[in-house]
């Protein structure tokens, strides 16, 4: 390996070019891995199993064995391309065009992966003989699907076998018009009601012999989405109930339907739970449905996510420091909230967690592209970050 395999635009390539889509890995880990073993690092794969999942592999990988315990923690897996003749280019081709990368997970988040790995290199070839610390790499294969078998599995074999971070950058792509200009300190919850109301069959005609299901579905929709939960505060933005599917699927149009069902997903920020949520829900369908007795509300749920906060402290002001440093101008970042979840909810119990990444623009979508610049600039910044990390021990 020589110094160009380091380079974070032929690394963030190289990354691309393995069709990853979650739970294939295609070599992805393996790249990562080759990477990160030529610079020292004891590597470890993690396959991990479980009954209500796919099966996973991951990578820990680690260097030094005392003093302050830095990581970064990162996905290989991407979405699927979805219609590649919508591409310009194919999604896993890292095509370079002009001053653009493109290709499926080249913004989410292999990009921010290579970085890393390459502000690594330049860090220990610096500092190789003053590095006083243990830095470490969290990489898991499942971050987009299901992420049973991901990072809360590789966090509690660290625990297991006694590993303790200090502090930990999830690689996630956060910043929004320039590199660093937005770091996410916390993340909100998520949950999904699916929500079932059986009521009586019967024909249109003769209304007065039926229940119909519909009916009461919309009503109970049109009461949750009535009036806003909160107005948010200053962490978080308020809390959004979305109505995701509504499924009546009756052929006739003079048939009442006797089953009416609905998917709610609610993005929620700390002034609720998954559990009051569902306390709140239950009360709606309480509202409606406890004085008839011919129609009745089911409901079952999936509560992925609680909301969490991480309160700014040493990291935040680390990265904040080292962003100012490389941007030469007073970039202050916004500590933000938004966006869907991310693993960082897996991490937030073990250390100070923040994540710092490539800017948001195209991630899932048909062209995702990072620019070439920005790699560049991401890759330093990360280098500052990991200087100024263990130069203070
Ligand atoms: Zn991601």
Same mark, same amino acid.
């Given at each position: 390996m020589n110094n160009l395999d380091f380079d974070p635009v032929?690394?963030?390539?190289?990354?691309?070019?393995?069709?990853?889509?979650?739970?294939? !890995? @295609?070599?992805? $880990?393996?790249?990562?891995?080759?990477?990160?073993?030529?610079?020292?690092? *004891?590597?470890?794969?993690?396959? &991990?199993?479980?009954?209500?999942?796919?099966?996973?592999?991951?990578?820990?990988?680690?260097?030094?064995?005392?003093?302050?315990?830095?990581?970064?923690?990162g996905h290989t897996d991407v979405v699927p391309p979805g219609n590649e003749d919508s591409w310009k280019y194919p999604p896993f081709s890292a095509t370079i065009e002009g001053d653009k990368l493109y290709g499926r997970g080249s913004e989410d988040m292999k990009s921010n992966i290579a970085c890393f790995i390459s502000a690594t290199h330049k860090f220990l070839s610096k500092n190789n003989t003053k590095f006083n610390g243990k830095l470490s790499f969290i990489?898991?294969? !499942? @971050?987009?699907? $299901?992420?049973?078998?991901?990072?809360?599995?590789?966090?509690?074999?660290? *625990?297991?076998?006694?590993?303790? &971070?200090?502090?930990?950058?999830?690689?996630?792509?956060?910043s929004n018009n320039n590199i660093g200009d937005k770091i996410k300190i916390g993340r909100r919850g998520s949950v999904s009601f699916f929500l079932v109301v059986k009521g009586v069959q019967g024909h249109t005609a003769n209304a007065h012999r039926a229940e119909n299901a519909a009916h009461y579905l919309t009503k109970l929709l049109n009461n949750i989405i009535s009036k806003p939960l909160d107005k948010g505060n200053n962490n978080f933005l308020p809390t959004s109930v979305q109505i995701a599917t509504i499924d009546i699927g009756n052929p006739a149009m003079n048939v009442i339907p006797e089953i009416a069902k609905a998917t709610v997903n609610i993005r929620f920020n700390d002034i609720h739970t998954s559990q009051s949520l569902t306390e709140w829900m239950q009360n709606h369908i309480n509202d409606i449905f406890n004085k008839n007795n011919k129609a009745s509300c089911t409901f079952t749920f999936d509560a992925n996510a609680e909301s969490f906060i991480n309160k700014q402290g040493e990291l935040t002001n680390l990265m904040t420091k080292s962003i100012a440093e490389v941007t030469g101008q007073n970039i202050t970042p916004e500590f933000a909230t938004d966006g869907g979840t991310s693993d960082a909810r897996f991490i937030k119990d073990y250390c100070e967690v923040a994540e710092l990444g490539i800017r948001n623009q195209t991630l899932h979508k048909v062209d995702e592209f990072v620019y070439l610049k920005d790699i560049e600039e991401l890759h330093n910044i990360y280098f500052k970050i990991i200087e100024n990390f263990f130069s203070k021990n």
């Open positions: 032929v690394l963030t390539q190289a990354l691309v070019r393995c069709a990853s889509i979650t739970p294939r !890995d @295609e070599g992805a $880990l393996d790249v990562v891995q080759n990477h990160l073993s030529h610079l020292g690092f *004891k590597c470890t794969r993690l396959p &991990f199993s479980d009954q209500n999942s796919y099966d996973v592999d991951n990578l820990f990988a680690t260097i030094g064995s005392h003093g302050k315990h830095l990581a970064f923690a990489i898991t294969g !499942d @971050e987009e699907k $299901l992420a049973i078998n991901g990072t809360p599995k590789i966090m509690e074999w660290t *625990k297991k076998n006694n590993i303790i &971070f200090d502090q930990c950058i999830v690689g996630e792509p956060t």
